[in-house]
């Protein structure tokens, strides 16, 4: 009698653990909060859906493009916000190597995988782990064995975190359980610093902290290349408006810098994006050896939140990695992790105005 209990009481906390976990599926909205620094975030894609932060004057806005709906993030093609992986970026033809064994992927962006393929971690819907409205909310995901193609299981985890005043950190932890994979994990967010709604950022003035980029080929594949910015329309060592020679390049900024190293235990600082005219300022360091700065060229007509209508360069996307096809360049940093190794990228963001 007394054994039967034991098992069918087993039995039922088996039922409601796994209610809880499905529970725990569901699409929801999350925010974090601390003074007049708010954040709105949801478990589909691990995304953020608004940042809310003061001018020079007190006035707040939502820097951050995005919709008001989970339908929008579902439909986006454009990756508004995601946490993108399990490789973000391009690999080319939608194949590579490891260990000897060749590992084809489902194409989504002409014959290459973009942002880990058609449904990607910027299209699964996580699991809220732990959430603190004045803290940190941590989301986790598992991926299975052959997901988008990809070798073997990974868990997976993205905490975004208040720390100090008006600055984010994010915190992305990837552990392969049964095989070797590549992992390259980014943030997507589109930052207006106006506002998301307040039209173009060509104004903005941006500084990027490396001197060389990953130059590309037509279909915006890494040749293997390294090039130096200096004195071409990529160079941004120090700042300038993001407009002022946008109009010399056939890619309107779609590209990969190579970060400048920092002292060993330093995150890398990455780049200071600035609008004049309101006065917020972005920083952002991260611990990744590259930064995609796209400054979405490819944007049109996209109907976001509150009504508003998101055209060519509405928004800069700033996506800290690993080097775009590095499982096609041995040249590059191998973003190949294996089980018992552990993936970690780290992000702070500082919002400041003056
Ligand atoms: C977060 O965003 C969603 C979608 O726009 C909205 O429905 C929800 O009210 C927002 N939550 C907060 C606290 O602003």
Redesign the pocket.
């Known amino acids: 009698m007394y054994k039967v209990y034991l098992v069918s009481s087993f039995l039922l906390g088996l039922l409601v653990l796994s209610q809880a976990q499905a529970n725990d599926n569901k699409i929801g ?3 974090l ?1 601390k003074g007049n620094f ?1 954040l ?3 478990n589909y894609g691990a995304t953020v ?2 940042v809310i932060v003061p001018d020079k004057h007190g006035n707040l806005a939502d820097i951050a493009l ?5 339908d ?1 993030y579902k439909n986006d093609g454009v990756y508004f916000g995601a946490l993108v992986g399990r490789v973000a970026n391009r690999i080319g033809n939608a194949q590579f190597t490891l260990d000897g064994k060749t590992y084809k992927l489902p194409a989504n962006d002409k014959d290459n995988t973009l942002h880990g393929g058609p449904t990607g971690f910027g299209d699964v819907v996580w699991t809220v782990k732990t959430h603190k409205e004045d803290s940190h909310i941590t989301f986790t995901y598992h991926s299975f064995d052959n997901e988008q193609g990809f070798p073997g299981q990974l868990e997976v985890s993205v905490t975004y975190m208040i720390i100090g005043t008006n600055k984010l950190g994010v915190r992305m932890i990837a552990t392969p359980v049964d095989k070797p994979t590549p992992v390259n994990l980014a943030q997507h967010t589109y930052w207006n610093l106006r506002g998301h709604d307040s039209g173009d950022i060509l104004s903005h003035t941006v500084q990027i902290f490396g001197s060389k980029i990953t130059p590309v080929d037509d279909e915006l594949i890494p040749t293997g290349e390294f090039q130096e910015v200096k004195g071409t329309p990529y160079d941004f060592l120090e700042p300038k408006e993001v407009g002022s020679q946008i109009h010399d390049l056939p890619g309107l900024y779609d590209v990969n810098y190579v970060l400048d190293p920092s002292s060993p235990q330093h995150l890398r600082k990455v780049a200071i994006v600035k609008d004049n005219v309101f006065g917020r300022k972005l920083e952002l360091w991260s611990n990744q050896p590259g930064v995609q700065y796209y400054t979405s060229g490819m944007l049109k007509d996209t109907k976001g ?1 509150g009504g508003a209508t998101y055209h060519q360069y509405s928004g800069i996307a700033l996506e800290t990695q690993g080097f775009p096809d590095s499982v096609n360049h041995p040249n590059f940093p191998s973003m190949i992790v294996r089980p018992g190794q552990t993936y970690k990228h780290y992000m702070v963001y500082r919002f400041t105005a003056s």
Do not use: A, H, I, M
């Open positions: 909205f999350y925010e909060k708010r709105n975030l949801t859906v608004s995005g919709y008001d709906t989970v929008g939140k």
